[in-house]
Nanobody
C-alpha cells in the first residue's frame, strides 16, 4: 500500500508560480510512475504531468506545457510539480497518483489551486 500527501496549493494571482509536492510513504519500492491530475468543478479528472520513478522520464500535458516541470527526489520519495505563469483556467483540485508496476493505483487527497485574474 502507498500513502500520498499533497501540499503546496493555494490562492494566487494570474502570472504567479506554485510548487506542488507529493510525498509518498509505505510500499514505495514498487512505484512505476507518478502523475499529477487536476479536476475543475463539473469536469473530468485529467492527467497534466507524469514522471517515471526509475529514470525520471517526464511528460507534460498540453495544458501546462512550456510553463511547468515535474521532478522527483527519490531519496525523500517526493514528486514536485512546478507551475509558472499560472492562469485562471488552471484553477482546480490537483491530485497526485502513483501507479505500481502491476498497475495498481493510489490517489492522494488533493490540493486546491485557485488562480485569480
Amino acid at each position: 500500500h502507498v500513502l500520498l500527501g499533497e501540499s503546496g496549493g493555494g490562492l494566487v494571482q494570474a502570472g504567479d508560480s506554485l510548487r506542488l509536492s507529493c510525498a509518498a510513504s509505505g510500499r514505495t519500492a514498487n512505484i512505476h510512475d507518478v502523475g499529477w491530475f487536476r479536476q475543475a468543478p463539473g469536469t473530468e479528472r485529467k492527467l497534466v504531468a507524469s514522471i517515471t520513478w526509475s529514470d525520471g522520464t517526464t511528460t507534460i500535458g498540453d495544458a501546462l506545457k512550456g510553463r511547468s516541470t515535474i521532478s522527483r527526489d527519490n531519496a525523500k520519495n517526493i514528486v514536485y510539480l512546478q507551475m509558472n505563469s499560472l492562469k485562471p483556467e488552471d484553477t482546480a483540485v490537483y491530485y497526485c497518483n502513483v501507479r505500481e508496476a502491476d498497475g495498481k493505483r493510489y490517489w492522494g487527497q488533493g490540493t486546491q489551486v485557485t488562480v485569480s485574474s
